[in-house]
């Protein structure tokens, strides 16, 4: 059997608790890795991943999410201490549609405000074309989001190497996020670390995707629990 064999074999035996490592000139050997007693969680939050599954979840029409609270009630409620609050959101461009990017631009300062690390960036539009029943092709103009997935997961992979956490709760269920729970993984078994990496989102029966990231602990939001960390401001009524 190869060392390369026998560190895969202990590797499964004995992750996540423990991994292996070569030291230079002695081979491969076992290190026990320990859970830490007090786990410090960070939470990222997408913003428009988390509305629209809010939204099949629980039929709220716009973001009334406080996410500090609903942050500070997930890692309550498994034991951990929270640290650090990331959101990540696109904004829709004010002239296009004036009274979402005056909601967005509110909530966001209130959220900085909180002392959550806020990171938007405007939507990119493009035309997109529709086959109606009737043969005939209408277009419209649409935005997408942009390079949000890609910011939130280099916030994950920088933190977790600079040792900012021991728990990271992604709130979304963009499968996308699977290789950096992976990355994740390895940089824990790399520097023989506890790490522990879970996505939440919302749960209801009208819910039709009920799976959280791969690779990651699954944390379902009840409507009891969301609707107990509700933004009480509705940055609607605000005039732009």
């Known amino acids: ?16 608790h423990s991994t292996c490592q070569k030291w230079p000139g002695w081979g491969y050997f076992l290190l026990m890795i320990t859970e830490p007693a007090i ?5 990222f939050v997408d913003g428009q991943n988390l509305f629209y599954a809010v939204r099949e979840a629980f039929g709220y ?3 009334n999410y406080d996410v500090l609270a609903l942050s500070r009630s997930i890692c309550l409620s498994h034991g951990w201490r929270l640290s650090d609050v990331y ?6 461009d004010s002239a296009d549609k004036p009274s979402w990017h005056h909601f967005w631009s509110a909530k966001l300062r209130s959220m900085s405000r909180q002392g959550i690390r806020v990171f938007s960036r405007p939507l990119r539009y493009r035309i997109r074309p529709v086959k109606l029943p009737d043969g005939s092709t209408y277009t419209f103009r649409t935005g997408q ?4 997935d890609v910011r939130l997961s280099l916030d994950v992979v920088r933190k977790a190497m600079k040792n900012e956490f021991d728990v990271a709760v992604l709130f979304t269920q963009d499968q996308d996020l699977s290789e950096v729970a992976e990355e994740i993984r390895e940089i824990a078994r790399e520097e023989g670390r506890w790490i522990l990496v879970a996505s939440a989102y919302p749960v209801s029966p009208t819910t039709s995707n009920r799976r959280g990231v ?7 939001i009840d409507r009891s629990t969301y ?3 509700i933004d009480p401001y509705d940055y609607r ?3 732009p």
């Open 61 to 63: 029409t716009y973001p």
């Open 1 to 16: 059997m190869t060392l390369r064999q026998t560190r895969t074999i202990l590797l499964t035996l004995f992750a996540p």
């Open 87 to 92: 959101f990540y959101t696109g904004i829709p």
């Open 237 to 239: 009524s605000e005039s």
């Open 145 to 148: 989001e942009k390079g949000i």
């Open 227 to 229: 609707d107990a960390c």
């Open 214 to 220: 791969n690779k990651t602990d699954w944390i379902k």
């Open 39 to 43: 786990k410090r969680a960070v939470t």
